[in-house]
């Protein structure tokens, strides 16, 4: 079964608003990654955020986690048209910790 | 540029044909990854390789078959593929197999099957 839902699966913004992607998942993880891939391109790491903690920021991105919830929040502030790519969120958990379960995906747009 | 180097960029072969994927990292990462993309969907893991040993095969058909050479170079050959394994095959690696560290990937290579 998938173990990340992410919502929306697209989204489309003017540049200098804010996006807010969601992601859910299914089985207790060590941690919660989120990754950019821009069209015909490999993934980029975003950022990481461990199952103790509850929220992190890099930059533009503030990432929070909540586990009781098995959900995760991607924001993006002062969004700019370089930011159009797809994101995913990716979890990491159980006795493999280096097998990543990805999500579907939001595909995000933004117009200049 | 990506520090995951992967070669061909594309590759066009026929059902019977036999090619290989090439990927290379010199950040001195111990674990690397195969996986594979269909158009609008996640990575889906194929491979894992963890200091130059197979540590994961997610019951991936034997017409795919990964090769770690040494800790730098990871190839996939592939021979008798099905239409179906058209796709983007990213290669990705990290600084150990332990789990908990980001992954680090190529631009991957096109695949289209004939």
């Known amino acids: 079964s998938q173990q990340g839902e992410e919502d929306p699966q697209a989204l489309s913004i003017q540049e200098g608003e804010n996006a807010t992607m969601n992601c859910s998942y299914k089985?207790?993880?060590?941690?919660l990654q989120w990754y950019r891939q821009n069209s015909g391109r490999g993934l980029v790491h975003l950022i990481l955020?461990?199952?103790?903690?509850r929220e992190k920021h890099s930059g533009r991105l503030r990432v929070t986690l909540d586990t009781s919830k098995k959900s995760s929040s991607l924001l993006i502030t002062a969004s700019r048209a370089a930011d159009t790519a797809s994101y995913f969120c990716?979890?990491?958990?159980?006795?493999?910790?280096?097998?990543?379960?990805f999500g579907e995906g939001t595909q995000l747009t933004v117009n200049p | 540029d990506t520090e995951v180097t992967q070669t061909p960029k594309h590759l066009v072969m026929g059902m019977t044909n036999k090619k290989s994927l090439k990927c290379e990292q010199h950040?001195?990462?111990?674990?690397m990854y195969w996986y594979k993309q269909k158009a609008k969907k996640p990575p889906e893991l194929m491979f894992v390789y963890s200091y130059e040993k197979l540590s994961i095969n997610e019951s991936v058909p034997s017409r795919f078959s990964p090769e770690c050479p040494n800790s730098s170079l990871l190839n996939l050959h592939l021979h008798a593929l099905q239409p179906e394994d058209s796709a983007l095959y990213l290669c990705a690696s990290s600084q150990d197999p332990a789990g908990g560290l980001a992954q680090h990937f190529g631009d991957g290579t096109r695949l289209s099957i004939l």
């Open positions: 990716a979890t990491d958990g159980g006795t493999s910790g280096s097998r990543l379960t």
């Open positions: 089985t207790s993880i060590n941690n």
């Open positions: 950040m001195g990462h111990r674990a």
């Open positions: 955020i461990r199952s103790n903690e």
